[in-house]
């Protein structure tokens, strides 16, 4: 079965301090790769999506996410954290035959220190 | 709409009650989804429409939970006879050309 694995449950940065979220997925093809962001209180809100191509992916809020095929991963980056980043993130991967649904990981809530 | 709109956006009801959550998707979009989000738990998959048909309803976690959609627009989300463990923060999604816009759910809380 597919899933979405994000080993780091919370993670805080330092405001400026750089950031990098994991996410690994298991599934027998490259699939849909997403981030979404959810803020306290509020729907999710799409960072980014990789389909095919180019495997370096950029997302708005200065976001950017690199697929890694041979490690199975899409890891989440920001150079300098906001303090406005601290929410949670959650990555989600669509396979690419069958149901067309989201497979979400279990989040990772990112907190800022100013 | 300009977004997901889902109603309401708080109901606490008794046990044993039943609920309708209500999701107005997107105009045009084909796909819908109900996710439910429990506190310090991730999205949990309920069903999937596209169109009126649900293709896929493996997520629904018992036969107390029914959903539909009509005209290929709006959906409800119905538990029967509400449990304690189902509080959570029911989540709909609409979208079109692989891409899933969210709604800001609906929180409900069993007493």
């Known amino acids: 079965a597919q899933s979405v694995t994000q080993p780091d449950i919370h993670i805080t940065v330092s405001e400026g301090a750089s950031l990098e979220l994991r996410c690994n997925y298991s599934?027998?093809?490259?699939?849909?790769l997403f981030w979404y962001v959810q803020s306290p209180g509020q729907g999710l809100q799409l960072l980014l999506k990789?389909?095919?191509?180019?495997?370096l992916v950029q997302g708005i809020k200065g976001f950017e996410a690199e697929f890694k095929r041979s490690q199975s991963s899409f890891n989440l980056r920001k150079p300098s954290v906001h303090w406005s980043d601290a929410a949670e993130y959650f990555c989600?991967?669509?396979?690419?035959?069958?149901?067309?649904?989201?497979?979400f990981g279990t989040g990772t809530r990112l907190k800022v220190l100013a | 709409g300009a977004g997901v709109s889902q109603s309401p956006s708080n109901k606490v009801t008794e046990k044993g009650k039943d609920v309708e959550l209500r999701c107005d998707p997107i105009s045009g979009h084909t796909a819908l989804y109900w996710y439910r989000q429990s506190l310090g738990q991730g999205l949990e998959f309920l069903i999937y429409?596209?169109?009126?048909?649900?293709?896929?309803k493996s997520g629904l976690p018992s036969d107390r939970f029914s959903a539909e959609r009509t005209g290929g627009s709006v959906s409800t989300l119905t538990i029967q006879r509400t449990q304690q463990e189902d509080s959570a923060v029911y989540l709909c999604?609409?979208?079109?050309?692989?891409?899933?816009?969210f709604g800001q759910g609906t929180r409900l809380t069993v007493v």
């Open positions: 990789y389909f095919s191509g180019d495997t």
């Open positions: 599934y027998g093809a490259t699939p849909y």
């Open positions: 999604a609409s979208g079109r050309n692989t891409e899933a816009f």
């Open positions: 989600a991967v669509v396979p690419t035959s069958g149901t067309y649904k989201y497979i």
């Open positions: 429409f596209q169109g009126n048909s649900a293709p896929d």
